[in-house]
């Protein structure tokens, strides 16, 4: 599957590019919730939700005292700003 360029926004995606891009970084489709992907690293993990109008970034145990740090990123965004700033880590 060919991708747009990468500072292309995300919503100029097919949700088909956008689910291979995600499985490209590793991540894994939820079987049940298919908008819901989760993603292991080696010091991290976290769970991406596709919304409406964004993707959501859930990194657990991430924050100070074992919390969890949630994000959002607006579609609106090229695919190489969402994938640095999700990718890299809480």
């Known amino acids: 599957m060919s991708f747009l360029p990468s500072d292309t926004p995300l919503y ?13 970084q590793g991540c894994q489709q939820d079987e049940t919730q298919r908008h819901c992907w989760h993603l292991q690293r080696p010091s991290w993990q976290a769970e991406l939700w596709l919304d409406i109008e964004q993707i959501i970034v859930r990194y657990t145990q ?19 700003d969402i994938e640095q700033a999700v990718f890299s880590g809480p």
């Open 12 to 24: 100029n995606h097919s949700l088909p590019q956008i689910e291979q891009w995600l499985k490209n």
């Open 62 to 80: 991430s924050g100070e005292d074992g919390q969890d740090i949630q994000r959002s990123f607006k579609y609106s965004l090229s695919r190489e």
